[in-house]
C-alpha cells in the first residue's frame, strides 16, 4: 500500500508532464508571414529611411528556418516596394542573425523531476548551495557539475533567425549591371506559391 501511495505522485507528474508537452507541440508552428506585433516579435518590420530607403527585417521563432526567414525578408522588401510605387529594388545591406539558447529542465525519469534529495523541486539554474562544506558551485552547461552527474536532466538547444536588410527603391526596369537589383512583381511572383499567411480564425 505504501509503495502505491509513493508511486502515484511520480504518475501524476508523468502524466502532467506528458500533457503539457503534447499541447505545446500542437500550438506551436512556424512564423507565418505577418507583421510583427507589439506582443509578439515574430514576423516583418520595416521603416522608411528617406524617401527611396527602407530598413526590412523579418524575425522567426524556433520553429522557423533559416531559409524561410530570409525568403520572407526577400518577400516583404519586394511587397513594400510595388506597395510605395516602385518596381525594384536594391540590396543595400543584407544580414541573418542567429540567437542560440540553451535550456536545462528535468527529465521525465529522473530524480530531479520527482524531487528526489533533500532539495524536493528545487531545480538549479547556474549556482546552487551544496551546505556548509562545498558552498556555491556553478553549473556549465556544457561542463556539468559531478553532484549532479546521476541525476536525469534534459538539455534543448533553441535557435532563432532574424534577417535584415537596407533596400534602395527605383522606378522601371531594374539596373542590368546590378546583381543585388530585383524587379518586385517578379519576385512576388516566383515566392508568392511558398509564402505561409496565418490561418483565419
Not at 562545498?134 to 532563432?160: A, E, H, L, M, N
Request: net charge positive; charged share 25%.
Amino acid at each position: 500500500m505504501l509503495k502505491s501511495i509513493t508511486r502515484r505522485p511520480r504518475i501524476i507528474a508523468l502524466a502532467a508532464a506528458l500533457a503539457g508537452s503534447a499541447a505545446l507541440a500542437g500550438c506551436m508552428t512556424a512564423t507565418p508571414y505577418q507583421p510583427a506585433t507589439a506582443s509578439s516579435r515574430s514576423g516583418y518590420t520595416d521603416e522608411q529611411i528617406e524617401g527611396n530607403r527602407f530598413r526590412v527585417s523579418f524575425s522567426g521563432n524556433s520553429l522557423t528556418a533559416r531559409e524561410t526567414v530570409e525568403r520572407y525578408l526577400l518577400y516583404r522588401a519586394a511587397e513594400l516596394t510595388v506597395q510605395r510605387g516602385f518596381d525594384h529594388f536594391v540590396l543595400v545591406t543584407r544580414d541573418t542573425e542567429t540567437r542560440t539558447d540553451t535550456y536545462r529542465t528535468p527529465g521525465a525519469f529522473g530524480g530531479g523531476f520527482y524531487g528526489g534529495g533533500p532539495w524536493g523541486y528545487w531545480s538549479p539554474s547556474w549556482r546552487f548551495y551544496r551546505g556548509p562544506r562545498w558552498g556555491w558551485r556553478s553549473y556549465d552547461p556544457f561542463w556539468d557539475d559531478p553532484f549532479w552527474s546521476s541525476r536525469d536532466w534534459d538539455y534543448r538547444t533553441v535557435r532563432q533567425y532574424e534577417a535584415m536588410a537596407e533596400i534602395v527603391t527605383g522606378r522601371g526596369p531594374k539596373p542590368g549591371d546590378n546583381l543585388r537589383a530585383f524587379d518586385a512583381r517578379e519576385v512576388l511572383d516566383r515566392l508568392g506559391p511558398s509564402i505561409k499567411m496565418p490561418e483565419s480564425r
